[in-house]
Every structure is written in structure tokens, then in C-alpha cells.
T-cell receptor, first 113, second 116 residues
């Protein structure tokens, strides 16, 4: 059974700092990995999707990497801003799980002004 | 266009009552998913629809839970005889084709269910 773990569970940084969020998964047979953002009381917003054949994806100040063989992904946020404060979730679409996503429990990020 | 919408946004019910949660997917999306997010359990898959059919309902936690989709659009998740452990945020998502490994899932804002 696929398990997804995110470290750290919570992170507090001063504005302007670069930071890395970590995600690991136990079964490397995946189609893709997605990073989502969730604001309090809101749904999930997709940030980046990395296909299993890709090593990284970039969108603005966000960069996500994928090392499928070692079961790891990182989300790099450059020059963090208070508006980046949210919970970040990673999710994998496993080859044996159809279209379903398996989520980690998230990293709660606070960026202090 | 409009995103995924869910109603109600909040629902408080008494133990033993039945509840219905509604999801309106993005127009034209053939695939629809229900997930549940509860404290200590993270976000868990419940059921997946391709059109009006549910090829994967393996995440439904008990036979008190059921879901249907009509017209390839709106879906309703029904929980019968609610229990306190059913309290959670129920999230709906849709994707264009539901093809494993290729689609991005777009999530609604969720319905927060509280069972007293």
C-alpha cells in the first residue's frame, strides 16, 4: 500500500527566506506526483504536477523536483512571502491505484512579515 | 469558467440522521472524485466516477456511505445513520478525462460535516 510522508509537519520562517518542503513515498511505481496548496477553510489548489518521466517542474517562485527511484520529491519556494502561508500537500498517482491520489498529511507553512 | 462547487459549505447534524452532500464539477469534466479530510487521518480517497459509473468505490468506509452521479455531471454523496466519526471535510474534485497519470484534479471548497 502506498504511503506518503511529508516533513516537516510545520514550518515557520521569516519573509524572504528560501525554503524546502519534503515528500517521500513508499512505492516508486507512480504515474505522477502533485503538489497542492490548501488555505484554511478552502479546497486544494494544484501548484505543480510532475510526470514520472520528469525530474522537475517550475512555476514562478516554485520549483518541484522528483526522484522517483528513491521515492522523494521536494518543493522549493524562493523568496517566501506572507501570502505563501498555507498547508502544502503532496499527492501521488500510483500505477496500481487507477486515477486516485494518495496524499501526505501536509506541511503547515507560516511566513512571518 | 466556474470551478468545482459543493453544497452545503457547512452541515451540522445529529447522530443517526442521514445527510446528502452535493458536488457540481467543472463543466465537461468526465471524471469526478470524492475525498474525505479528517483530523489525524489526512486526506483519503472515497470514490471515483467516470461518467455516471463508479469503477472505483473501494475507499467508501462502510455501507452507510453511497454516492451517485447523474447526467455525467452533479454527484451526491449520501451518508446514512451518521456517526460522530463521520465528522470531516468532504472534498470533491473533477478532471477532464480521468485518465490515470495524465489528468490534473481540480478541487472544490469542501463541505464541513459535523455530527453531534
Amino acid at each position: 500500500k502506498q504511503e506518503v510522508t511529508q516533513i516537516p509537519a510545520a514550518l515557520s520562517v521569516p519573509e524572504g527566506e528560501n525554503l524546502v518542503l519534503n515528500c517521500s513515498f513508499t512505492d516508486s511505481a507512480i504515474y505522477n506526483l502533485q503538489w497542492f496548496r490548501q488555505d484554511p477553510g478552502k479546497g486544494l489548489t494544484s501548484l505543480l504536477l510532475i510526470q514520472s518521466s520528469q525530474r522537475e517542474q517550475t512555476s514562478g517562485r516554485l520549483n518541484a523536483s522528483l526522484d522517483k527511484s528513491s521515492g522523494r520529491s521536494t518543493l522549493y519556494i524562493a523568496a517566501s512571502q506572507p501570502g505563501d502561508s498555507a498547508t502544502y500537500l503532496c499527492a501521488v498517482n500510483g500505477e496500481t491505484s487507477g486515477s486516485r491520489l494518495t496524499f501526505g498529511e501536509g506541511t503547515q507553512l507560516t511566513v512571518n512579515p | 469558467g466556474a470551478g468545482v462547487s459543493q453544497s452545503p459549505s457547512n452541515k451540522v447534524t445529529e447522530k443517526g440522521k442521514d445527510v446528502e452532500l452535493r458536488c457540481d464539477p467543472i463543466s465537461g469534466h468526465t471524471a469526478l472524485y470524492w475525498y474525505r479530510q479528517s483530523l489525524g487521518q489526512g486526506l483519503e480517497f472515497l470514490i471515483y466516477f467516470q461518467g455516471n459509473s463508479a469503477p472505483d468505490k473501494s475507499g467508501l468506509p462502510s455501507d452507510r456511505f453511497s454516492a451517485e452521479r447523474t447526467g455525467g455531471s452533479v454527484s451526491t454523496l449520501t451518508i446514512q445513520r451518521t456517526q460522530q466519526e463521520d465528522s470531516a471535510v468532504y472534498l470533491c474534485a473533477s478532471s477532464p478525462r480521468g485518465l490515470a497519470g495524465t489528468d490534473t484534479q481540480y478541487f472544490g471548497p469542501g463541505t464541513r460535516l459535523t455530527v453531534l
